[in-house]
C-alpha cells in the first residue's frame, strides 16, 4: 500500500503561480513513477505531468512550458511547479503513483486538491 496525499492547491490569479507538493508514505520501494492528473468538472481525467524513479519526466500537451514536475526521491516527495496559469487549469489535481512487484502494476491516487484560477 502507498498512502499519498497532496498540498498547495488554492485561488490563484490568471497569469499567476503556484506550486502543489504531493507526500507519500508506505509500501514506496514498489513505486515506478510519481506524478499529476488533473479533472475538471464534466471532463476526463488527464495526464499533468510524471516523473519515473529514472528521473525521466513526460507532460500534458497544454502544460508544456509552463509546469514543471519534480520528485525528491529521499524525502518521498513530488511537485507540480505551476506558472503562467490559465482559467481552463482549473480543476482538481490528483498525485498518481504507478508500482510494480514481479509481473503485476497498479496504481494509486490521492484524494486530490483544488487548483482555481481566477481573477
Known amino acids: 500500500q502507498v498512502q499519498l496525499v497532496e498540498s498547495g492547491g488554492g485561488l490563484v490569479q490568471p497569469g499567476g503561480s503556484l506550486r502543489l507538493t504531493c507526500s507519500a508514505a508506505?509500501?514506496?520501494?514498489?513505486?515506478?513513477?510519481l506524478g499529476w492528473y488533473r479533472q475538471a468538472p464534466g471532463k476526463q481525467r488527464e495526464l499533468v505531468g510524471i516523473?519515473?524513479?529514472?528521473?525521466?519526466?513526460t507532460y500534458g500537451n497544454d502544460v508544456v512550458g509552463r509546469f514543471t514536475v519534480s520528485r525528491d526521491i529521499e524525502k518521498n516527495i513530488a511537485y507540480l511547479e505551476m506558472n503562467n496559469l490559465r482559467p481552463e487549469d482549473t480543476a482538481t489535481y490528483y498525485c498518481?503513483?504507478?508500482?510494480?512487484?514481479?509481473?503485476?502494476?497498479?496504481?494509486?491516487w490521492g484524494q486530490g486538491t483544488q487548483v482555481t484560477v481566477s481573477s
Open positions: 508506505g509500501e514506496l520501494s514498489i513505486m515506478t513513477s
Open positions: 498518481k503513483a504507478d508500482w510494480r512487484v514481479g509481473w503485476q502494476t497498479g496504481d494509486y
Open positions: 516523473v519515473t524513479n529514472g528521473g525521466q519526466t
